[in-house]
């Protein structure tokens, strides 16, 4: 059995896809580009696809993981394309490695988010920004399902930037480009237990400096991976499968091809 990890994005309107809408695709897809999938056992087989930390609906991202089990085996790359022009456009799969190595969820340790706020003045975010990095805790409220539940949504934030968007090009995270100026906040974002979403680090700006953008912020997902304390960078989780499929440097290519023809 090969197992493949794909990465995936939710671009535009398709950021309000909610997640089991992007299952009914994506299996959709595996069915159209006639992947040969593996399937569970029991009365109602289903495909085995495991999904890891998939963004809330309404947010855009450029870094979904999947992986998929296959019972023949495929080239990753030849596959990726198959895959992506059986998808909607918005949902796009832009990469594909055989899985290698495990825990893949166990890498997605943290997030790189973007947040485009419309009608606030960079300054003004900057100053908020100050506050919240400033204070040891920043409780906030969600709705859970027994009620609402008070957090810090301080401790989980590794960094937090203010930007403005007349410095910045857009790029394709940019849900709602714009003429006019506006703020662009960048954090990181550490998984942790209850997850801090960045909607809790809005309603902490809201509660230590009063920042209420006055439309909803248009919320991207740039990157997921492992957590660099050193560098406090976020790592390509795919990285350690392309490692590990990678030819071992000491056999030179010259080497590999004289061993290929001493065995024809």
Not at 14 to 40: G, I
Not at 128 to 152: C, L, P, S
Not at 227 to 252: I, K
Request: a neutral charge; aromatic letters at 4%; glycine letters at 6%.
């Amino acid at each position: 059995m090969q197992r493949i990890r794909l990465r995936y994005t939710k671009r535009g309107r398709l950021r309000f896809t909610s997640h089991r809408d992007f299952q009914r695709a994506f299996e959709r897809a595996l069915r159209r580009a006639e992947v040969p999938m593996a399937y569970s056992a029991g009365f109602t087989p289903h495909p085995k696809v495991s999904y890891a930390n998939a963004a809330p609906t309404g947010t855009g991202s450029e870094a979904e993981y999947l992986e998929i089990a296959l019972t023949d085996a495929r080239d990753p790359g030849k596959l990726r394309v198959l895959l992506d022009e059986s998808m909607p456009a918005g949902l796009d799969i832009i990469d594909a490695v055989e899985a290698r190595t495990s825990g893949l969820a166990d890498r997605l340790t943290a997030s790189v988010w973007e947040m485009r706020l419309d009608g606030v003045s960079p300054e003004d975010a900057r100053r908020a920004v100050d506050a919240f990095t400033a204070a040891e805790t920043v409780e906030v409220q969600r709705k859970a399902k027994n009620g609402m539940r008070t957090f810090d949504a301080r401790g989980a934030v590794a960094s937090l930037e203010a930007h403005s968007a007349r410095s910045e090009a857009h790029g394709p995270q940019a849900d709602r480009p714009t003429d006019q100026a506006c703020a662009i906040l960048r954090l990181v974002v550490r998984h942790v237990t209850p997850a801090v979403r960045p909607d809790d680090v809005l309603s902490g700006l809201r509660a230590v400096a009063d920042l209420a953008p006055p439309v909803p912020a248009a919320v991207t997902r740039l990157a997921q991976g492992l957590f660099d304390e050193e560098t406090g960078t976020v790592t390509d989780p795919l990285a350690p499968d392309r490692e590990a499929a990678a030819p071992s440097p000491e056999v030179s290519g010259d080497t590999a091809a004289a061993a290929a023809k001493a065995l024809a």
